[in-house]
Each structure stands twice: as structure tokens, then as C-alpha cells.
């Protein structure tokens, strides 16, 4: 891998990191314009934690970065074989990927697997915009649980009512946090 070809792909993973880190410090700002009542636990903590783990990826993907491009222009260590590190690296590409790594999924996923997903998020959203947070979730998670997952419907109901009903505990007795109602249902 050349300098350019490693700059090149950690690219895309800092750039993301850095709009999040310039988001999440906004938020966090932003939260000290409210009561420490209102802001303290979820704006506070999420936009804190989006902050720590944005930077965590830039210094990650940064330090990575900065040790390939000093191995690459260092050259060859004494006595290591250029040819057989070639080969060796060659032999790499050939290896068999994890079907479980995130970028493998990604990279693979055929259009339908794409288009579907696309369609769950788009119906999530209007759900949510017609019905609210609470039977946008139960709907998401009954349908995607039954016709994605291949769960059966025992499962998918008891899974959809443990959700929803945590979500609304979190939401209406811990945090105070008032939910999005939907223009169909007052209430939410």
C-alpha cells in the first residue's frame, strides 16, 4: 500500500469524524443555553459522548495513518525480504474477508438488500411523522423482526412490547423527555 493509497482511504473516516466533531461541540455548547435541569442528562451526555468518541476516531485513524506513512517511507527494515513482503501482501488480498465485518456487509449488499433497508427508514420516518415514536418503534421493530429477521411472531410481539414499553418508560418516567406525537394520534 502506497502513501497515497493509505491517505486515501483513511480520508473518508476523518472527514466524517471531523463534521461530528464540530456537531457534537455544538450540541454540547448549545446545551448550556438551557436550565442544567432540562439539558443535563440526555443533550449533555449524548452530544459529550458523540464529542469523545468523534475525537477518539481522529486520533485512532490520524496515529494509523502516521505509522504507515513512516513505515512506508522508511523502506525495508534490514535483512526483510522486499520481494517476499510483496507476496506476502498479495497473498493478503486473497484472504477470505469476515462475513460479519461492518465495511465487508456494506460493500456487498446486493441493490434489494440496499432498497430495503432505504424502505424500512423511509416508513420508520413516516410512521413517526403520522403516529408518533411509540408505534413508529413497535411497527419497525414487528415488521422488520418478521419479514427481515425471520423471527417468529411470539418472539417479534414480545421483543416489539419489551421495546416500546422501555422506550416509553425512558422517554415519560426517567427523563422527562417530551416525545414526538404524530399529527394522527394527541398524546403520542
Known amino acids: 500500500m502506497s502513501v497515497k493509497s493509505a491517505k486515501r482511504s483513511a480520508k473518508p473516516d476523518l472527514v466524517i469524524s471531523f463534521v461530528l466533531l464540530v456537531v457534537c461541540t455544538g450540541a454540547l455548547l448549545w446545551s448550556f443555553t438551557y436550565p442544567t435541569a432540562v439539558s443535563m442528562l440526555l443533550p449533555r451526555l449524548a452530544a459529550g459522548l458523540g464529542l469523545l468518541c468523534a475525537a477518539w476516531m481522529i486520533v485512532g485513524k490520524w496515529s494509523a495513518l502516521s505509522q504507515e506513512r513512516i513505515r ?12 517476499g513482503a510483496q507476496s506476502a501482501a498479495s497473498q493478503d488480498d486473497g484472504k477470505e474477508q469476515d462475513p460479519n465485518d461492518p465495511e465487508y456487509i456494506l460493500s456487498h449488499a446486493s441493490r434489494r438488500a440496499w432498497l430495503t433497508a432505504l ?9 413517526l411523522y403520522l403516529c408518533g415514536i411509540f408505534v413508529a418503534a413497535a411497527a419497525l421493530s414487528l415488521s422488520y423482526l418478521t ?36 399529527i394522527l394520534f394527541s398524546g403520542g
Not at 424502505?119 to 410512521?127: D, E, R, T
Open 147 to 182: 419479514a427481515i429477521g425471520k423471527k417468529s411472531w411470539r418472539f417479534s410481539s414480545i421483543y416489539t412490547v419489551v421495546l416500546t414499553g422501555l422506550l416509553w418508560l425512558l422517554m415519560r418516567q426517567v427523563t422527562y423527555i417530551p416525545s414526538p406525537v404524530g
Open 72 to 83: 512506508l517511507l522508511s523502506g525495508p527494515l534490514e535483512g526483510e525480504d522486499v520481494l
Open 119 to 127: 424502505g424500512f427508514i423511509s416508513a420508520f420516518f413516516l410512521v
